[in-house]
């Protein structure tokens, strides 16, 4: 490892490297600013510019492509030795920057066979979002929620076929993205539910008018007979003031 950090000159630093003294093998850590979450309230544009960004270090490093991520060496452990190469912890757009990646390298489409880690969550995010693109008009005139179901219906039949399928969470907060968009790009589905929240204000707001009583403040203006102003009346009133001005 230490040949290759020497060969790597301009590549970011790893924050960690936790080494096993009799073999030599390694793990590298390179710490974040901001966490990626792979939740169902998760945004989709991280998770592919990480995927993108941790494809290239895989390449760099010469590392172990089959590598998901999940179990590391532990760097307080006596059993390892532990260096710390860099304590600044990095944003995804620095490691980005310093890799020469842009968003359109991260937007990238791969194949089922590389959907390793968060290459899961990129192919199933490509994968369907072309068939929504299409299937979005067969709900026009139907209701957004049947249409998320759809979509995470269809996400979750792809994330099946993989090798290490991910969480319910993962799969339906790339369903929602994708559903999202495609019903607000649809401009007939995105203008059926404008509609309907226009409707709904309509009648609520009907429900709530109501005249005004003779007796109400509204009604008697007091601020008239006061010769003040209606903003003046209700501040002096806050104050307690207006028994004075009376």
């Known amino acids: 490892m230490s040949e290759i950090l020497y060969e790597l000159v301009g590549i970011p630093l790893p924050n960690l490297l936790v080494a096993n003294p009799e073999n030599g093998r390694s793990h590298i850590l390179f710490q974040l600013k901001v966490p990626i979450y792979t939740t169902d309230a998760s945004r989709q544009k991280p998770i592919l510019y ?24 532990n760097p307080f452990s006596d059993s390892w030795k532990t260096y710390c190469l860099r304590d600044k912890p990095y944003s995804l757009n620095e490691l980005a920057k310093n890799l020469e990646l ?22 199933v995010f490509h994968t369907a979002r072309h068939w929504a693109y299409k299937e979005v008009r067969q709900y026009r005139g139907s209701t957004y929620t049947a249409w998320l179901d759809c979509v995470v219906k269809h996400c979750s039949g792809l994330n099946q076929g993989l090798n290490q399928p991910m969480t319910h969470g993962e799969v339906k907060g790339i369903a929602k993205s994708i559903a999202r ?23 609520g707001g009907k429900k709530s008018k109501r005249g005004c009583k003779d007796d109400s403040e509204r009604s008697m203006k007091p601020w008239e007979e006061l010769g003040i ?6 501040r002096r009133k806050k104050k307690g003031l207006l028994s004075d001005s009376i």
């Not at 489409?109 to 390793?116: G, H, L, P, S």
């Open 50 to 73: 990480a995927n993108a960004i941790q494809q290239k270090l895989l390449e760099l490093f010469k590392a172990d492509p089959a590598y998901v991520g999940l179990v590391a060496k």
């Open 102 to 123: 842009s968003w359109k390298d991260a937007n990238k489409e791969i194949k089922q066979d590389d959907a390793i880690g968060l290459g899961r969550n990129c192919f």
């Open 181 to 203: 968009y495609c019903w607000k790009k649809d401009a007939y589905c995105y203008q059926e539910f404008i509609d309907r929240q226009s409707r709904k204000g309509t009648v």
């Open 229 to 234: 102003g209606q903003a003046t009346y209700y």
